[in-house]
């Protein structure tokens, strides 16, 4: 199994401590090393510290490869897995993201064509909003981060 890319080592403990609960509920009692340790097996590394060390000191980033988003793509809402995230380095930062989309959205806005697309990608800043913007200043891409 290859290792997941990790995200900060806070956003993997309150996972840890959210797996806890969840199986705390269903009567199965597990102590937080133990939860920590679950995800990092999960997660495709030998152990916590494996994981741990591998994440090191970044801070917490609300995209991660697997995970799911929300926003619009040209005007239209849509709901999404993440399949491809590389970080931009430099300026005000952002990411490249790749996503496959649960419905199309057509990217056309006249009645007599059509372009249906399920899978997008783009480039959005750290608020989540692509720099490319339609003809009325719209930005192509917005992603509710949070």
């Known amino acids: 199994m ?3 890319q990790p995200l900060s080592r806070d ?3 309150a996972q840890a401590r959210r797996l806890r609960k969840a199986l705390e509920a269903e009567g199965n009692f597990i102590s937080h090393g133990e939860a920590l340790e679950l ?3 999960q997660m495709g590394y030998r152990d916590w510290n494996t994981l741990s060390a591998k ?3 970044r801070p917490d980033t ?3 490869v697997g995970g ?3 926003g619009r793509y040209l005007g ?3 709901e999404a897995d993440i399949i491809g995230l590389r ?3 430099g300026g005000n930062g952002g990411w490249r993201v790749s996503l496959k989309l649960d419905e199309a959205v057509d990217t056309v806005k006249f009645d007599g064509f059509s372009n249906l697309r399920r899978r997008i990608s783009g480039t959005v800043s750290k608020d989540g909003r692509s720099v490319e913007r339609t003809s009325d200043g719209t930005p192509h891409l917005q992603l509710s981060l949070r």
């Open 62 to 64: 609300p995209l991660a």
């Open 87 to 89: 970080s931009i380095a």
């Open 68 to 70: 799911r988003v929300r």
């Open 55 to 57: 994440t090191g000191n």
């Open 2 to 4: 290859t290792p997941t």
């Open 11 to 13: 956003a993997l403990k």
């Open 76 to 78: 239209q809402a849509f």
């Open 39 to 41: 995800l990092a097996h």
